[in-house]
């Protein structure tokens, strides 16, 4: 039961902008939306989150449209160690808690 | 700061056996997770809990129990392996579930367990 939808796979020239979307129409009013990537098989790497307003830190740029529907994480200066699955993610409320629900994720390429 | 400590990093079982993987933090986070990835299914959520004492079911809980008797520890117990089980399994913690804030999650290295 996917709460967020994203492309399988993306492609993006080193030291060009990469610009990943993601899905999230479901999403309620008052949650964030997350990113994570996975560099080969290591853990999960926090990235950024956002609410409502664009975000940025020294990693990426988050872009959240106003209706709160999808987003786009953007890394301005791809390099090749930026090629991992990134994972746009969603906090789903439950009775006990929050719980956070990852799907397959895109896979993004750096190439040289 | 050692973060999320999971261990071990690297076990091969027999159907049937049973083990525990072994998931740590030190940063007085309420909430922890696991995760299991297997190839092409990005990661599913299998038992979470939001404090000592306290666990729940995720997407795929058959075949594996938890507990929390400490903040700081969050066993996953394999009862009775199966070669279905075989995955790379991930634990995560988090600060502050209950709060209507952001909650980034840490994650651990991971487990990879191979069950024959």
């Known amino acids: 039961d996917a709460k967020t939808t994203q492309p399988p796979s993306m492609d993006c020239a080193e030291g060009r902008a990469a610009n990943l979307p993601c899905n999230h129409s479901?999403?309620?009013?008052?949650?964030?939306v997350y990113w994570y990537r996975q560099i080969h098989s290591q853990g999960p790497q926090y990235i950024i989150h956002g609410l409502k307003n664009n975000e940025t830190n020294e990693m990426a740029s988050l872009i959240i449209t106003e209706d709160r529907k999808s987003s786009t994480l953007i890394l301005p200066h791809a390099t090749l160690r930026d090629t991992a699955v990134y994972y746009c993610?969603?906090?789903?409320?439950?009775?006990?808690?929050?719980?956070?629900?990852f799907g397959t994720g895109t896979s993004l390429t750096v190439i040289p | 700061n050692a973060g999320v400590t999971q261990t071990p990093k690297f076990q091969v079982l027999k159907t049937g056996q049973s083990m525990t993987l072994q998931c740590a933090q030190d940063?007085?986070?309420?909430?922890m997770s696991w995760y299991r990835q297997d190839p092409g299914m990005g990661l599913r959520l299998i038992h979470y809990?939001?404090?000592?004492?306290?666990?729940d079911q995720g997407e795929v809980p058959n075949g594996y129990n938890v507990s929390r008797s400490t903040t700081e520890d969050f066993p996953l117990r394999l009862l009775s392996a199966a070669p279905s089980q075989t995955s790379v399994y991930f634990c995560a913690s988090s600060y502050g579930y209950r709060s209507s804030g952001a909650n980034v999650l840490t994650f651990g290295a991971g487990s990879r367990l191979t069950v024959l």
């Open positions: 993610i969603v906090r789903v409320r439950e009775n006990t808690g929050n719980q956070f629900y």
């Open positions: 479901t999403i309620s009013g008052n949650e964030y």
């Open positions: 940063m007085n986070h309420e909430y």
């Open positions: 809990s939001v404090g000592a004492g306290i666990t």
